[in-house]
């Protein structure tokens, strides 16, 4: 199974409001993501979790908080956005080891859910 | 340049044909190349990847990767009308610490027309 599980499939939201984006995964990965995809456009990398740790930040605006509870789940909460981060939020997985430099296929290859559209008005 | 080049179609093809996606890419340092499709409002979907040059089948599927080139292709035999979707290359590469990052080409957008 190879499933990353993303809510909600749709958001809508205000510039004022606070919302929170949902991502859960079973296959025991301990490395999560999260990107950002604009139409037409790849996917782009925001944040990175290790472990639980955040070991990646892609200079993310702060009104974007990822949090990592547990090694199966993954937020991103979200506060004061504007219109221009409408886009399609993507969460993927892949396998971690504490090895560095090893460069096993596993931990090159993410999973990713279906995403959530989220829309700023 | 840029680190990974994707033509962005679109690409329209009747049912029944041969397809061929590329992607080229200019950063020695990318290990594993991945080919993931998108559906409209989807998220990606890996399909297949690969770590050295040569060739990987899977059903339908043929990923191709020749590293002396900096070349990578999937290829679509007796495509479908359910194949349509957006394919993206995307490569790996060592970011420091555990950390792997995948450099994702713009995506080809690809309709099979019945």
């Known amino acids: 199974d190879t499933e990353v599980t993303q809510t909600p499939k749709h958001l809508v939201m205000g510039m004022t409001n606070k919302k929170s984006l949902k991502c859960e995964q079973h296959m025991g990965h301990r490395a999560m993501y999260w990107y950002k995809q604009k139409a037409k456009k790849p996917p782009e990398l925001m944040f990175v979790?290790?472990?639980?740790?955040?070991?990646i930040n892609e200079s993310v605006p702060s009104r974007f908080s990822p949090e990592c509870p547990n090694s199966s789940l993954l937020n991103l909460h979200l506060h004061a956005l504007q219109p221009e981060d409408s886009a399609l939020y993507l969460c993927?997985?892949?396998?971690?080891?504490?090895?560095?430099?090893?460069?096993?296929?596993?931990?090159?290859?993410?999973?990713f859910g279906a995403g959530t559209r989220l829309s700023v008005l | 340049q840029k680190e990974v080049e994707q033509d962005p179609g679109p690409l329209s093809v009747p049912e029944g044909a041969i397809v061929s996606l590329n992607c080229t890419y200019s950063?020695?340092?990318?290990?594993?190349f991945m080919w993931y499709r998108q559906y409209s409002r989807k998220g990606p979907e890996l399909l297949m990847y690969t770590y050295s040059s040569g060739n990987k089948e899977d059903g339908r599927f043929t990923a191709q990767v020749d590293k002396s080139s900096k070349y990578i292709s999937l290829f679509i035999r007796d495509s479908q009308p359910s194949d349509s979707a957006t394919y993206l290359c995307?490569?790996?590469?060592?970011?420091?610490?555990?950390?792997?990052?995948?450099?994702f080409g713009k995506g080809t957008l690809l309709t099979v027309n019945p």
């Open positions: 993927a997985s892949s396998q971690e080891t504490r090895t560095p430099l090893t460069a096993s296929v596993a931990k090159n290859i993410q999973y």
């Open positions: 995307a490569m790996s590469a060592y970011s420091g610490g555990s950390n792997y990052k995948l450099t």
């Open positions: 950063n020695s340092a990318f290990q594993y």
């Open positions: 979790y290790s472990y639980e740790k955040l070991s």
